[in-house]
């Protein structure tokens, strides 16, 4: 069960980093501008 449960969360992350990547692209002017404004 845990095993099953370590790789559901894996998954689960893929997806997450999957789904930011692309939202990282679609809107990375504004991504940047917030960086620099933070920096």
């Given amino acids: 069960m845990l095993f099953r449960e370590r790789e559901f969360d894996?998954?689960?992350?893929?997806?997450?980093?999957?789904?930011?990547f692309t939202f990282k692209y679609l809107n990375s002017p504004l991504i940047i501008e917030k960086e620099i404004t933070i920096w």
């Fill in 10 to 20: 894996k998954t689960l992350m893929d997806y997450f980093t999957i789904i930011l």
